[in-house]
């Protein structure tokens, strides 16, 4: 019994200090994307922004659970994971427009600071 209970204590601990030092991703409120086969843009998707050597990596998810990353840095947009390339098809003052695959989303610009 105090086999069990030294072990259980182990766990927590362990468990408790990998949440402490696992970094943490800031969500962002909603935006516009054209994701999974959509023609027109949404205001469903969100980003979630985690700190990353270089810069920082922004997780784009969708309404529907998809979801796309991307490796921000240094003025540069890249796709972080995956086969396909992240192109920026254009900018206005307020946002970036940027295309994975079939998916396109028009990103904050404050949000790739």
Known sequence: MLASFLLLAACGSSGEEQQRSAPQAVAQPGFECAVDGASDYGNGCTIERR???GGAILTLRSPTG????????????????GAEPARILGEDGSRVEVVIGGDRYRIPREALR
């Open 66 to 81: 998809s979801f796309r990353r991307l490796r921000v840095g240094a003025g540069s947009v890249a796709a972080a994971d």
């Open 51 to 53: 700190s990353a050597p």
